[in-house]
């Protein structure tokens, strides 16, 4: 297969026959230009962490694992659990992500997904605080890439969202002023809802959603949607540089819309309504 | 927390600033402010200040990253440790790395990057007071200085953020409407190409809402673009001038 990113004028031809395609409706691959490629959600695949999942997407497999034990607020926040996300490409998934820190492209993920899960307000941060001000559940989701063809931003959202839905964390108590762990009791995160997110791909006056990485390579820009339910937009993010025409907005919001309801159903039925408030 | 906060629009429909739902604070841009780099810019916008340098075209720095057909864009957007209510460490944080991506990929958008093979063009936006609206005003003075570098650009960028406050979609929130507010969403486009290069939501929107917040933010956008049209002018009629005298 050709090499995304290695030369500048493959890609040119490449948008070219791109558009061509889409304005046909049909896309490199075969699929609609609003169609995602096969999906798979599995859970719980860590034993060690307290809640997993590795989700496929096409040719992109991401793996999300959650965290737990007990720390101190932050000071703005005294009534609240904590979230921290962070993730990495790995140098695994493309011989174009290299070892070392998170870059941008890594921080910006791990920032896209802290926003879904953050702003959607999937999780009822109230109610894992046990000493309030001083102690409470810090949460840690670690996003990785591990294979990487295109859209690492929904299989990512995807993966955090199932790992915190199904995650099993210990029962905690507090009792005169410590908190402790109750031995073999174990509860579920309180879930409000569960957030997706819908990645589109824009060319020209075309848009394709969930694009490979040569799609990646030959649109003009692309737009992350974070849903936190049917009706709710949590996050945004234009996650590569050039144009999107304000005259594509309201396609863009009927497409991303429904192809959230997809998405959101196709995880319902992986990781059911556990741990729902 | 405290339920007893005050309210952040009245009954009138005025802000705790005294401002209008569509109204922004008063905006300042003003180009060429700095003497070495080879364009530059700066902006207030209420209490928020910044200033942006451009840097080039000059040689790719270090030379394996050069692009054989187009030059490369850096973008460093900082934010001075004295710049906020509690002092920040002067290093890189995350959310500079990702504001200064998407300031970059913005501008990207614009810049004629093909008319420079093997070079490099750095911008740096250095936020010396941040009120809210940091990112969108660094790009809107970013833009100017790109263009007061005499870089080629098919449009300028300009930026601005809406938000939700207290179930109302209000034009560039203040710092404080922004911590309490229900979402923040900047939004940078090129006004003449009638594109978006920027855009970004924080917090929770309708679809009717996120129509709403856009149309409102074009609405700022173009009184921005004006502004930025009128200080790159003045700056090179001034030129002019003291060339006459």
Not at chain 2, 34 to 54: F, N, P, Q, R, W
Not at chain 2, 70 to 87: D, G, P, T, W
């Amino acid at each position: 297969m050709y090499r995304v990113g290695a030369k500048p004028y493959p890609t040119k031809i490449m948008q070219e026959k791109l558009y061509e395609l889409i304005s046909r409706g049909e896309r490199l691959d075969g699929r609609k230009p609003h169609e995602y490629r096969p999906l798979e959600i599995q859970t719980a695949i860590i034993e060690k962490a307290e809640g997993s999942a590795a989700v496929t997407l096409g040719g992109t497999k991401i793996i999300a694992g959650v965290k737990t034990s007990l720390g101190s607020p932050y000071p703005d926040t005294p009534n609240q659990a904590n979230i921290v996300v962070s993730a990495e490409l790995l140098p695994l998934a493309s011989s174009f992500f290299e070892p070392g820190p998170p870059d941008e492209k890594a921080i910006e993920l791990a920032r896209v997904v802290d926003r879904c899960i953050r702003e959607s307000k999937m999780l009822d941060l109230e109610k894992l605080v046990y000493i309030p001000g001083r102690s409470v559940l810090v949460i840690y989701i670690d996003v990785y890439v591990l294979d990487y063809d295109g859209n690492y931003f929904d299989p990512s959202v995807l993966a955090a969202v199932a790992a915190l839905a199904t995650c099993k964390i210990p029962q905690y108590e507090s009792r005169n002023g410590e908190v402790v762990a109750v031995p073999d009791s174990f509860t579920s995160l309180p879930i409000r809802r569960l957030p997706v997110s819908v990645t589109v791909g824009f060319l020209r006056d075309k848009m394709v959603v969930d694009p490979t990485a040569l799609e990646e390579s030959a649109i003009d820009t692309s737009l992350v949607m974070g849903w936190s339910d049917e009706n709710e937009v949590a996050a945004i993010q234009k996650n590569l540089p050039g144009i999107m025409q304000l005259s594509l907005i309201n396609e863009l919001l009927r497409v991303s819309r429904e192809k959230s309801i997809e998405l959101r159903t196709k995880m319902m039925s992986t990781v059911g309504r556990i741990g729902m408030v | 927390m405290e339920k007893s906060e005050s309210k952040l629009i009245t009954e009138g429909g005025r802000r705790i600033d005294g401002r209008a739902l569509d109204e922004m604070r008063p905006l300042r841009i003003e180009a060429g402010v700095l003497d070495k780099s080879d364009g530059s810019a700066y902006i207030e916008m209420g209490k928020t200040k910044i200033y942006a340098a451009v840097y080039g075209p000059r040689e790719a720095h270090p030379r394996h990253l050069a692009q054989p057909h187009k030059a490369i864009l850096n973008c460093r957007y900082h934010m001075a440790s004295f710049s906020v209510e509690q002092r920040k460490a002067p290093g890189m944080t995350r959310r500079e790395v990702e504001l200064s991506k998407v300031i970059r990929e913005a501008l990207e958008s614009v810049v004629l990057l093909e008319e420079f093979p093997r070079s490099a063009i750095d911008i740096f936006i250095e936020v010396i007071q941040a009120d809210a609206g940091t990112r969108t005003a660094g790009l809107d003075a970013a833009a100017v200085a790109l263009a007061d570098a005499g870089i080629p650009m098919l449009d300028l960028c300009s930026a601005v953020a809406v938000g939700k406050v207290e179930g109302r979609i209000v034009l560039d929130p203040s710092e404080e409407e922004d911590k309490r507010g229900e979402a923040d969403m900047p939004v940078g486009m090129a006004p003449r190409l009638g594109s978006i290069v920027l855009l970004q939501l924080n917090g929770r929107l309708s679809s009717e809402e996120f129509l709403e917040a856009l149309e409102l933010a074009r609405k700022g956008i173009n009184i921005i673009y004006e502004l930025q049209r009128k200080a790159l002018s003045k700056r090179f009629s001034s030129v002019v001038s003291s060339q006459e005298e």
